[in-house]
């Protein structure tokens, strides 16, 4: 079992959780927030959270072995039902080629407009070193 505590370009932890753990062929990962450098620095638009949420994600699946497109099966938080067609519009230009299976809730979250975890498979389908 490999645990990845900070993949480069991301923010650490706020607690005491790994980013990601990969165990056997699949990669899961701690839900992922807007930021960038830190809990302040997150961009102005909804849409562009979503991208910013993405793109912590791929680097934390780039840095377990894994990637956006081997994603099956995502986890979103969003704080405000009025989010769901902005939110699905940035999904669908990113995961839209396989969509992964995916469950979707409204919640109140600290500080932040969206969080989204996910499982994804291994690229090589070796385990993780």
């Known amino acids: 079992m490999q645990r990845i505590h900070t993949a480069p370009g991301t923010i650490s932890p706020v607690g005491p959780y790994s980013q990601a753990v990969v165990s056997g062929h699949l990669v899961f990962t701690a839900g992922q927030i807007p930021s960038r450098a830190s809990l302040d620095d997150q961009p102005d638009t909804f849409e562009a959270q979503v991208r910013q949420t993405f793109a912590n994600l791929a680097a934390i699946l780039e840095t377990a072995g894994s990637s956006l497109s081997h994603i099956v099966k995502v986890n ?46 291994l690229i090589n389908k070796e385990p993780a070193q």
């Open 76 to 121: 979103a938080y969003l704080t405000d039902p009025a989010q769901l067609e902005p939110f699905n519009n940035v999904y669908r230009e990113i995961l839209g080629h396989a969509p992964p299976a995916r469950t979707t809730v409204c919640v109140q979250l600290w500080g932040v407009s969206l969080e989204i975890d996910c499982v994804a498979e």
